[in-house]
């Protein structure tokens, strides 16, 4: 592997692997997800060195492409949906190899995971349990399933994106889970076979893991004396990335080696899986922007870009920070960018906003940039929760997404057209 990271600077331009990212927008045009393979690869090698097992978060980013390079790679996936499910299967993965997370499994969903073989549901509630009992039975099968316990620990993260807390809809109550593992012992149709957490996204620390585990590895122990078997721990997703805004989270090696070395000084045998999504793909991808207005203003100076809260809703979501650059550094366009730029002649700081119909609708406050109409910008770290998160509002369509590989482009999906937006919507 090239030293040189994967996005990178070249006489002042942004480059995503061998391609510049002015060449991308002129060709392709913005707003604009782009996505590097090598960035993606290295992320996911740096946790399967490890042997552990990784299931890629769905959620994160779904894009068949980019799916498919995982499932290349040899990784799983966690999933949340059917929908899901099908993505995976359509990009080359293998039911197999996915586990099915989430509060809400409809029994379609658990029929069509059952019927493609998924192998393990994480349950997260009794009443899910039972329910898959119920829709096993029917297809007369056994479902694998792990329940994802609460073990309400606080990740110190954003409240939106905590999910290890008691007041958390999410797992099986920590006091009810020896019970609800003894329940699903009972059932027919049901086959524990490990146990799952998530605390929480964007963890920059590993000390909340660790508490989450000595909780976990507590009631493994209580189970096997109970005789329940556990075969797998899967620790969950949740390592943080570093935006660019002071984040400083371990490297994923030191997460994942100090994590099995704790499971497996009490259950060497045990299997330990991951669901990561943000630290696989966070940092592998960037949305391009251009500058469509400079509205600079008493209180307040305006840079009005073509991407908006519906492409890139984490900022205006969770107040998220993600760092937004030139693709083209002022000093490779000449002196008269710098002069001709700003209510001061110089750089000044900007709130970055999008075109959408909402004082919400910004993507980055108090940007010190020199910053011209025309001009291109790359919001960083855009990769996972990105295009998933995108919507239609203010029928705007959606991005397209590219994957870059050296010096090969591809199209992973083409930009929507309000066209196609109209599809299924009827006139009376
Ligand atoms: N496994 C489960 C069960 C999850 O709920 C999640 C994320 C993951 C794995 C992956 O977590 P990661 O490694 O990506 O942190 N939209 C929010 C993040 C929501 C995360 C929800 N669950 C954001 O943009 O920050």
Known sequence: MS????????????????????????????????????ALTEAYNAYASSGAKVHVAVKANSNLGVLSLFARLGAGFDIVTGGELARVLAAGGKASNVVFSGVGKSADEMRYALREGVKCFNVES???????????GEMGLKAPVSLRVNPDVDPKTHPYISTGLKGNKFGVAFSDALGTYKRAQEMPHVQVSGIDCHIGSQITDIAPYLDALDRVLDLVAKLKAEGVPIAHIDVGGGLGIDYGNGDAPPKTEQFVSTIISRIHEQEPTAEVWFEPGRSLLGNAGVLLTTVEYLK??????????????????????????HDIVPVVETAERGEDAASTNGVDGGATTWEIVGPVCESGDWLGHDRALAVQPGDVLAILSAGAYGFTMASNYNTRPRPAELVVDGE?????????????????????
């Open 3 to 38: 030293s040189t990271p994967a996005i990178h600077r070249e006489n002042g331009t942004l480059y995503i692997e061998g391609v510049s990212c002015s060449a991308l927008a002129k060709q392709y045009g913005t707003p604009l997800y782009v996505y590097s393979r090598r």
């Open 126 to 136: 009794a009443p899910e349990l039972e329910r898959l009992n119920d829709v096993a």
């Open 296 to 321: 600079p203003g008493e209180e307040k100076n305006f840079c009005i870009v073509d991407a908006g809260m519906n492409d890139l809703a984490r900022p205006s979501m969770y107040d998220a920070f």
């Open 408 to 428: 090969t482009v591809h199209v992973v999906r083409e930009r929507e057209t309000v066209q196609s937006l109209f599809a299924g919507e009827h006139l009376i």
